[in-house]
């Protein structure tokens, strides 16, 4: 079992905290979302537990050892790094089988792993040729030439079309049902529900949440009733009656938090309520995920003025 393990890791720039004393463990069997605005520290975690950087302070291991000390480290983990670029005049498959010939891996993985990212039919062709597309899965099969206990992608759908995205879903899935340990990078949240089992969340530098995303989506995204009526004198009775605070908005219309339409329809209905207007305002993940790191972006956009 190929765990990884990160304890206080620390890794400062100039003074400026890129990675700020996290500590977490990424288990095998499922596929673990690494989140995070951009400039949280995602890649630099990710370049710290690949050995590729220095901690200032902590500790990162793979299988318990720290990268450097790995005999054959791409048979213990693969990777996906946006730095790692393939020399552009080298055929995919040269690039490949350098790569496995330099990690004493057989040969036969090279048309595996090619056969499994879908790029059997241009591996003849050169690398700098390639779409961007089809570099990510190029990399993506250098990251399981070695058949790794554990996987680490930085955003592996950058610059996949929409089948390249639903292949990559399945792709993680498998590798986690395999029993592998697969971290996944990416600064957006509802692509990572739609293929993660737990998440880990960076801001500035600070884990924010460790959590099943079953439970970031219960904890985090509350559902809310809109309703809008000509008696807000009877609705305001009737919510209170029943244990439900109402929020009117200067347009008419109420908000009602922890709610959903089938209770506020019924109760507003049995009050004889006259409504103009019922329905369900689900907050969606991505406002939640978005909730959770305000304040936690290096680089935000200026506030857009309030609409009317
Ligand atoms: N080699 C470096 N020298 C100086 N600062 C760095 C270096 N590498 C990263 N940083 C800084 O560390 C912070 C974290 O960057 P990092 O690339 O790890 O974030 P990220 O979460 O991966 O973001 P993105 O989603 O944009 O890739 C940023 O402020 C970045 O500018």
């Known amino acids: 079992m190929t765990r990884i393990e990160v304890q206080s890791l620390t890794k ?8 700020d004393d996290v500590t977490f463990t990424v288990r095998p069997g499922r596929v673990t979302g690494f989140l995070g605005p951009n400039g949280a520290g995602k890649s630099t975690t990710l370049r710290l537990v690949l050995g590729l950087d220095r901690p200032t302070r902590g500790t990162a291991t793979v299988g318990g050892r720290p990268y450097a000390a790995l005999g054959e480290p791409l048979r213990r983990v693969g990777a996906l790094l946006d730095t790692q670029a393939p020399h552009g005049s080298r055929t995919g498959r040269d690039h490949l089988r350098v790569l496995a010939a330099s990690n004493r891996i057989a040969r036969r993985r090279v048309d595996e792993v090619l056969e499994e990212t879908g790029l059997a039919t241009v591996a ?12 990510q899965r190029l990399g993506i099969a ?6 790794p206990g554990a996987v680490l992608l930085d955003e592996p759908s950058n610059g996949l079309d929409a089948e390249g995205i639903i292949w990559i879903r399945g792709l993680l899935r498998r590798l986690a049902d395999e029993g592998r340990t697969v971290l996944v990078s990416s600064h957006l949240m509802n692509e990572t529900a739609s293929f993660a089992d737990h998440l880990l969340v960076l801001g500035r530098g600070r884990l924010l949440a460790d959590t099943p995303l079953r439970e970031f989506i219960h904890a985090r995204v509350e559902p809310r ?13 009737a919510l209170a009656a029943n244990g439900h605070e109402g929020v009117r908005h200067e347009d008419g219309h109420w908000t009602v938090r922890h709610a959903r339409v089938e209770t506020i329809g019924v109760l507003a ?15 969606t993940l991505e406002r939640a995920y978005l909730d959770l790191t305000a304040g936690e972006t290096e680089f935000t956009a200026p506030p857009q003025e309030a609409r009317t």
Do not use: H, N, Q
């Open 269 to 283: 209905s049995r009050a004889g309520i006259p409504l103009l207007e019922l329905a369900a305002e689900e907050a």
């Open 124 to 135: 003849g062709r050169r690398v700098g040729t390639y779409s961007l597309g089809m570099r």
């Open 12 to 19: 400062e720039y100039g003074g400026r905290r890129a990675v």
């Open 225 to 237: 009733v809109r309703v809008r009526t000509t008696d807000d004198g009877a609705l305001r009775a």
């Open 142 to 147: 250098a990251a399981l030439l070695g058949d």
